[in-house]
């Protein structure tokens, strides 16, 4: 089984991994004439407009960050529910018009503003819309149905019966087009679709935790039967991840016959390149059957994390009641990626609370129990109050920082993360370091994708944390291998998977 020959996933991570030198060998150019579009549109569907004047939930974003949805009793959401989840994981909150076009940036964060996943809705008859397989369009904040009719039970059979899809009246499917960020990132955007989509998930969490509506992270399905069911070829669109939401009484309905769509979308571009590596690597972590998505789910990871040992520093999160109390949707529509930090100082207390919120786990198919992880984080600290400036580990159970090395590690930071300012300006920047073989080793290749997954939903929980307190955040990347050998030899055997610089804003560049 493919999924099982784990050298496929280690060869595309090495394959893809930025150095110095590649960066400076490296002779790809944006074809700014050929740049995907970044919306994909149905040419003959009718949009069925979504409400726009939908109700805010007015929760306080750390509640919606930290809190985990509500779980029992029967959950379904309306349209203006689905609306307001939509909108605020996936939707446009801000158009930048420049000379030559404009830019229509969203909810989440995406790298190079690219906006590769897409979203779709599966329901059941809901208030307000019947059943149905949608596909979400930001661009004119609609709907379009591409199936009419209950197959929730489709997604139920390709996940094995997973309990979340099975009790869901609705279930949001994520896919990426993989070209889009491929014409910048080429073959290492396959990394870059999970982070994107970790983002929107990150946002959709707390949307449904505002609602205190139910909801999962599912990644264990069998790719065909999701594909299928969304009209998508599995390449060059491909389903990511299942979002169940809510919880409705009964099971949907045994799926009927799927049959096939033929819906003609607007090319995204003049032409397209193909990227072979990324196709593998999709086609390696492919489950084909229900018997391996079983597997997949039947024993999810355990972390086993070490005891942190001396040199500790506990977290301080604020108290709740020091909370600010900025809604989520206020503190969404004003997010966006930092793109100057100013050197100055951050709080412990604030990187306490920041770094609390986002490591309290997420409901997901891939983890056990709350404190699981895939992923480790080390910190550099520049400008922390209260905390000597250094390299840091963060011990996930413990809730603690060990220091591993102290003194100014500012320039190692800009250096790490691809000699980017952003990395070294910040009051700190965390970087995601994950151990593939064990991770490969339980879930095989497609481990590697939940690996990825998670440090984009842990990275836009950071996000939100930094926003709610006042202070600036951005996703960044980095020099893979540099960035484990500067936390060795305690990060030794790691893969470097993922940054996020948080600080405080500074002025803003001219570009
Ligand atoms: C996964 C990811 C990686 C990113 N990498 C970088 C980066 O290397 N350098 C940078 O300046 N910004 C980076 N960003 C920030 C994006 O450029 C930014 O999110 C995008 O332009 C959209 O703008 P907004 O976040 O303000 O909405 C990254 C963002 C994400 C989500």
């Known amino acids: 089984m493919g999924n099982r020959e784990t050298e496929k996933a280690l060869h595309y991570h090495e394959a893809t991994k930025h150095s110095y030198w590649s960066i400076r060998t490296s002779v790809h150019y944006l074809d700014w004439d050929n740049q995907p579009l970044p919306f994909k549109i149905y040419r003959d569907l009718e949009p069925l407009a979504l409400p726009s004047e939908f109700p805010e939930t007015g929760v306080a974003t750390l509640d919606a960050v930290v809190g985990a949805p509500d779980v029992s009793g029967t959950r379904v959401p309306d349209l203006n529910v689905l609306a307001h989840i939509l909108y605020y994981s996936a939707g446009i909150t801000k158009t930048k018009r420049y000379p030559g076009g404009e830019i229509h940036f969203r909810a989440a964060a995406c790298a190079g503003a690219l906006y590769p996943i897409e979203v779709y809705v599966v329901c059941g008859d809901l208030p307000g819309l019947k059943a149905g397989v949608y596909h979400f369009s930001p661009r004119d904040f609609a709907l379009r149905r591409l199936r009419a009719g209950d197959y929730r039970g489709v997604l139920a059979r390709a ?22 960020s491929s014409w910048k990132y080429r073959d290492r955007a396959y990394r870059y679709h999970f982070w994107d989509d970790g983002m929107i998930l990150a946002n959709a969490l707390a949307a449904a935790t505002a609602h205190r509506m139910p909801a999962k992270v599912v990644m264990g399905f069998v790719d065909d039967e999701v594909n299928h069911l969304l009209g998508v070829d599995g390449e060059r669109e491909m389903a990511l991840t299942l979002f169940p939401l809510g919880r409705a009484s009964v099971a949907p309905p045994p799926p009927d016959e799927v049959p ?12 397209e390149v193909d990227y072979p590596l990324i ?19 039947e024993a999810p990871f355990e972390t086993r994390d070490a005891p942190c040992g001396n040199n500790i520093f506990p977290l301080r999160p604020l108290a709740e009641d020091e909370w600010p109390r900025e809604s989520l949707e206020s503190v969404i529509r004003r997010r966006g990626s930092t793109r100057r930090f100013a050197r100055k100082a951050i709080r412990w207390e604030e990187l306490s609370t920041i770094l609390d919120g986002a490591t309290r786990g997420f409901p997901a ?50 250096y790490l993360c691809l000699e980017q300012a952003l990395g070294g300006d910040s009051s700190v920047t965390i970087f995601y370091l994950a151990d593939l073989s064990s991770i490969l080793g339980r879930y095989g290749n497609r481990g590697y994708r939940a690996a990825q997954l998670e440090a984009g939903i842990i990275g836009g929980k950071l996000y939100l944390g930094a926003y709610a307190l006042g202070r600036g955040a951005t996703g960044l990347t980095f020099y893979d291998d540099d960035v484990t050998e500067f936390f060795s030899p305690h990060a030794e055997g790691k893969s470097a998977i993922f940054v996020t610089a948080l600080g405080v804003p500074g002025k803003r560049p001219y570009l």
């Open 279 to 297: 196709r593998e690597m999709h086609a390696a972590s492919t489950l084909s059957s229900v018997q391996e998505v079983e597997h997949w789910r």
């Open 260 to 271: 096939d769509l033929r819906l003609e979308t607007v090319p995204l571009s003049r032409s």
């Open 365 to 414: 198919d891939f983890l056990k129990a709350s404190g699981d992880h895939l992923n480790d984080l080390y910190l550099n600290v520049h400008a922390v109050e209260g905390m000597p400036a250094g390299a840091y580990f963060y011990c996930w159970r413990e809730r603690a920082l060990k220091l591993l090395r102290e003194g100014d590690v500012r320039q190692s930071s800009q």
């Open 159 to 180: 996940t094995a019966r997973e309990p979340a899809i099975c009790r869901a009246p609705v279930i949001l499917v994520q896919t990426a087009i993989s070209w889009r």
